[in-house]
């Protein structure tokens, strides 16, 4: 069994024990941590609430928070002009992202279709035909643009599944996101080591995200913070790790099973702006570890035309203007 398998298999485990009792009083003395209040639907996602779907047509609207949402799956199926496969860690901002494009490109408004789950799931998908089930439903879609850290474009460069070169467009850094109040009082990344304080942390598995965070573990308190947080702490369930951590990790926080978790500083940005509970810690620049993001277009894309339009846009002055409301900076060339 590899580390990722132990360690996917760990926080599981402790994500399991998390929804059967709340804990982490252990390390406090042995007292049971307060159960927190019953979350309002509020906290579910979607949190967009129907502004991420691009689809001109909705039918039917049926989404029941906590039980019945497809929160990363935007747009319609039906006969889409532009399929677009992007790392959830900007859901956010792929709303307005379209929105602009579409007025661009008025032929394309109510055609594009995109899926922002962890880059490593979006590949997986690939791999597998293009095919993927939530739930009780399976569909097939091909992307016809593959964005996430430039690091997971250009490996997919290389293994001959999209073409390069890769188009840089963003940059983000890293945060501390916590509940609002601070409960923990976090002040560095030193204090995620401490064995009283509940985390939730992306999976090394299949969120990329994960590599940035051990590296800045490791700045911050060299491999013994790194053990501890992502060995450890997995290990006596004080760290839960995520399938999909840009969904669970501010989830998890409001509802009070962890305390603390590193992501990135544009998605702790928008549940603030959101009006979520949730604030987050400035990393200093010295610990801090920055991402770039790129993109390019899949081999044998269906809407070639449409792909490269957006591959342009991507770094337009526009597009940029809308990163920079969440955090993001332009990526040089």
Request: net charge positive; hydrophobic share 40%; glycine share 10%.
């Amino acid at each position: 069994m590899t580390r990722q398998a132990r360690r996917w298999l760990a926080g599981a485990a402790a994500a399991l024990a998390a929804v059967g009792c709340t804990t982490g009083g252990g390390a406090r003395g042995g007292a049971p941590a307060p159960v927190p209040p019953p979350p309002t639907a509020a906290v579910y996602p979607p949190w967009s609430h129907g502004e991420n779907n691009p689809a001109l047509d909705k039918g039917l609207e049926f989404t029941v928070p906590e039980v019945d949402n497809l929160p990363d799956f935007h747009g319609s199926l039906t006969d889409p002009r532009l399929v677009i496969f992007v790392g959830g860690n900007y859901y956010f901002a792929m709303a307005p992202l379209v929105r602009e494009f579409e007025n661009e490109h008025p032929d394309l408004r109510g055609r594009i279709y995109y899926i922002t789950i962890p880059p490593g799931l979006l590949v997986k998908m690939m791999e597998q035909g293009n095919t993927i089930t939530v739930g009780n439903m399976t569909w097939t879609v091909a992307p016809d643009v593959f964005a996430a850290g430039l690091r997971a474009v250009d490996a997919q460069i290389e293994a001959g599944r999209v073409v390069g070169p890769a188009t840089r467009y963003a940059t983000n850094d890293l945060t501390i996101m916590v509940p609002k109040g601070n409960p923990a009082g976090i002040r560095t990344v030193a204090d995620l080591g401490r064995p009283d304080v509940r985390l939730v942390m992306p999976n090394p598995a299949w969120e990329g995200v994960a590599r940035q965070i051990e590296a800045t573990l490791e700045k911050a308190g060299g491999p013994a913070l790194r053990q501890a947080v992502y060995d450890t702490k997995v290990r006596n369930g004080t760290t839960l790790l995520t399938q999909i951590h840009h969904r669970q990790s501010p989830l998890w926080l409001m509802q009070g099973r962890a305390e603390a978790g590193i992501t990135w500083k544009s998605e702790a940005i928008f549940q603030e702006q959101a009006g979520h509970p949730i604030s987050h810690v400035d990393i200093s620049a010295q610990y801090n570890t920055t991402a770039v993001y790129a993109a390019a277009m899949v081999k044998g894309a269906k809407h070639p035309g449409a792909a490269k339009s957006w591959l342009e846009f991507l770094r337009s002055p526009t597009a940029l203007k809308i990163f920079e409301r969440y955090g993001f900076k332009a990526a040089s060339k």
